[in-house]
């Protein structure tokens, strides 16, 4: 019965997850596309869940929900209401069926690998205890076997904050720059 | 381990991504694009965390906070330079945009 009620779970999740992404793709306003993609990394989240990930299921929703996408939408809001054309509209249509056949390409490239090379290994999960994935468990493993990666993932956070900072205000400068031009 | 079995989660994770490698090649608005290549990531975060409960070992957890980290990163540096875009009024389609040089 509980194996039922996964399984029923985790084909709402991933119905919902495929949906929001080809929403995301196909979308024309941006604005609708952000908020697909919300969508998509909330069910996402559900299949972390599923996988006992809940740290990271949380962290999916707190940062990528919330900060990460609130930041799209900000910057989209910013830029206001820029009128996009169809993706399917438009170009010439050999760049529309090679990226088609390319996208099919990926796909049946990862399915036959994991069908043909992987596929005997992949049924039996090994047993886990009940606090795996947990706050606790994914705290101490960083601050001891992966105490390097934790330390590099928040200098890669400081030069990306740098990064914005100067993106945003070099911007600030020209614009006042082209002003101070166009008065002279 | 309750539910389906690892190989659904790597064909649900293949077609993710290829959903968001379909959005990189076909849309041309950079902030699509952007949001495809999130897609693309998260696939992979999907695989890890799936393969990290296989394994019964928490490193592709970390690896996919870590991933998760690099996502964010790249996401300020790509929107700062949109926004950049927008403010000198440029056409925002990666077909008309040809040079990086102020």
Same mark, same amino acid.
């Given at each position: $019965?509980?194996? @039922?009620l996964?399984?029923?779970v985790?084909? =709402?999740?991933a @119905? ?6 080809l ?11 952000a908020?697909?993609l919300?969508?998509n990394l909330?069910?996402l ?7 006992s990930g809940?740290?990271?299921a949380?962290?999916? !929703?707190l ?5 990460? $996408?609130? $930041? @799209? ?5 910013y830029? /206001?209401d ?5 993706p399917?509209?438009g170009?010439?249509?050999w760049? #529309?069926?090679?990226?088609?056949l390319a996208?099919g390409? #990926?796909?049946?490239? !990862?399915? =036959?690998?994991v069908?043909?090379?992987?596929g ?5 999960p090994?047993? #886990?205890?009940?606090?795996? /994935?947990?706050?606790?468990s994914? /705290?101490r493993?960083f601050l ?6 934790f330390?590099?993932?928040?200098i ?8 914005? =900072? =100067?993106?945003g205000?070099?911007?600030? !400068?020209?614009?006042?720059?082209l ?6 | 381990?309750?539910?389906?079995d690892?190989?659904?989660?790597v064909?649900?994770s293949? &077609?993710?991504f290829s ?5 990189v090649?076909l849309r041309? +608005?950079?902030?699509?694009?952007? &949001? ?6 998260n +696939?992979?975060n999907? &695989?890890?965390?799936?393969f990290?409960r296989?394994?019964? +070992?928490?490193d ?5 906070i ?6 964010? +990163?790249e996401v300020?540096?790509?929107?700062? &330079? ?8 440029? *056409?925002? *389609?990666? *077909?008309r945009?040809r040079?990086l040089?102020?």
């Amino acid at each position: $019965m509980a194996n @039922f009620l996964v399984w029923c779970v985790w084909f =709402v999740a991933a @119905f919902a997850c495929l949906v929001s992404a080809l929403a995301v793709v196909t979308f024309r306003n941006p604005f609708y596309s952000a908020l697909a993609l919300i969508g998509n990394l909330a069910s996402l989240a559900v299949l972390f869940l599923l996988l006992s990930g809940e740290f990271v299921a949380a962290g999916q !929703v707190l940062v990528y929900g919330g900060a990460v $996408m609130v $930041m @799209f939408l900000f910057v989209i809001a910013y830029l /206001g209401d820029k009128s996009e054309d169809s993706p399917w509209s438009g170009g010439p249509s050999w760049q #529309i069926v090679g990226a088609v056949l390319a996208g099919g390409a #990926i796909l049946a490239e !990862v399915i =036959v690998v994991v069908g043909l090379a992987a596929g005997n290994f992949l049924s039996s999960p090994a047993p #886990i205890t009940r606090s795996f /994935g947990s706050p606790a468990s994914i /705290g101490r493993l960083f601050l001891t076997d992966h105490l390097l990666a934790f330390e590099v993932t928040s200098i890669v956070l400081l030069v990306a904050a740098v990064g914005g =900072v =100067v993106l945003g205000s070099h911007a600030r !400068v020209t614009e006042s720059s082209l002003e101070g031009d166009a008065r002279a | 381990m309750l539910g389906p079995d690892i190989q659904w989660y790597v064909i649900l994770s293949a &077609l993710l991504f290829s959903t968001g490698a379909l959005g990189v090649m076909l849309r041309r +608005s950079p902030l699509i694009i952007l &949001l495809s290549v999130e897609i693309m990531l998260n +696939s992979a975060n999907l &695989l890890l965390i799936a393969f990290s409960r296989l394994h019964g +070992s928490e490193d592709g957890q970390i690896f996919a906070i870590s991933v998760m980290a690099v996502a964010a +990163s790249e996401v300020v540096v790509g929107l700062g &330079l949109i926004v950049a875009l927008g403010r000198r009024h440029v *056409d925002l *389609d990666v *077909d008309r945009l040809r040079t990086l040089r102020g």
